[in-house]
């Protein structure tokens, strides 16, 4: 008999397609009604769970008697309780690798426009302000061979770092919590304190993932380490960094820019931050490319197949579950 998969976020045809070839699927219709009201109605029947940006922990997954699987179409798993999910045996998979280039690029992206103010300009010149030259009170500043911290090291702080190197010729520091013997090498980065690296940098970029360690792990305090001609970028999630802390930092002007793919409360429907012409803000971006995102929900099939037809699958999150 066929095993049952219900989709917790928009799924596209093609996805729904592939997994029909092994599954019973489920995916919840807005024309239907109510979406959380039919996701908890299938629950108790399903045996795998596919999708991104919704919490799954304790209190929802109470009637997933027969649940076997969460499938994240994400990198990052701060939106499932992964030490429920394993108590339970139940496996997380997430797709790392696939989205590190786009999301890279993205941060890079926050970078330039940031500096100069690329975003700012193009509504300047589309409101039909650019009547003469351009003058030093919108002049930004310049990236290349200035100074980038990357805070987290991961793979895609090292997609960044690499970009920052060898397209901008950028000196790079970076804290975390272990030494890249290759990186350093490679990219001639240099280790520091989180707080060297904020008292140094021109440029800090985020890139830790989201837990009870990296909660607000740029406050106000840290904000006041960093030069006042620096720029913030986070890519990584935003409870990272103490929003209301920033928004003062940028509007005091005691910090230069910042440039943000992610914030505290997602979607940001309205905020300090959209009266801010220092503030680059995108919504939750990162990975959002055609190519990367078919990359991301081909990789999420493939971990739910697997794990329901009894294989290990390839990127799983909690390898106790699978010991289990
Ligand atoms: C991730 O995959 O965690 C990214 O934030 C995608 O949106």
């Not at 219900?6 to 919840?28: G, K, T, W, Y």
């Not at 399903?46 to 649940?67: F, S």
């Not at 100069?116 to 290349?144: C, M, N, Q």
């Not at 009266?275 to 995108?282: C, E, F, G, I, R």
């Amino acid at each position: 008999m066929k095993k049952t998969v219900l989709a917790f976020s928009r799924v596209n045809p093609q996805m729904a397609e592939r997994l029909a070839q092994d599954f019973n699927v489920i995916i919840p219709d807005p024309k239907q009604g109510d979406i959380a009201a039919q996701f908890n109605e299938a629950l108790p029947e399903v045996h795998g769970l596919i999708g991104a940006g919704r919490k799954l922990g304790r209190e929802q997954l109470a009637d997933a008697k027969n649940l076997q699987v969460v499938s994240s179409i994400s990198v990052g798993y701060d939106n499932y309780d992964v030490d429920y999910l394993t108590e339970r045996g139940i496996l997380l998979t997430n797709t790392p690798d696939v989205l590190t280039e786009s999301t890279a690029d993205l941060g890079f992206a926050l970078i330039m426009s940031s500096a100069r103010r690329v975003a700012e300009l193009d509504a300047y010149t589309k409101a039909g302000h650019w009547t003469r030259s351009i003058e030093p009170p919108h002049f930004g500043t310049d990236v290349h061979g200035k100074t980038l911290g990357i805070v987290g090291m991961g793979n895609i702080g090292a997609a960044v770092a690499r970009r920052g190197r060898l397209g901008f010729n950028m000196p790079i520091l970076y804290s975390g919590n272990s030494r890249k013997a290759a990186l350093e090498q490679e990219l001639g980065a240099q280790f520091r304190t989180l707080d060297q690296l904020l008292a140094e940098a021109d440029f800090v970029c985020l890139v830790v993932p989201l837990s009870d360690k990296t909660h607000h792990l740029i406050g106000r305090r840290e904000l006041a380490l960093m030069k006042k001609s620096a720029i913030l970028v986070n890519i990584s999630r935003g409870p990272v960094v103490d929003e209301p802390a920033l928004i003062e930092a940028l509007q005091n002007g005691t910090l230069r820019g910042a440039g943000l793919d992610v914030y505290e409360k997602e979607p940001l429907a309205e905020s300090p931050l959209f009266q801010l012409s220092n503030a680059v803000t995108l919504p939750h971006i990162g990975s959002a490319t055609t190519e990367t995102r078919q990359a991301m929900a081909d990789l999420a099939c493939q971990n739910l197949r697997s794990a329901l037809l009894g294989e290990r699958p390839q990127n799983l999150v909690n390898p106790q579950a699978w010991k289990a």
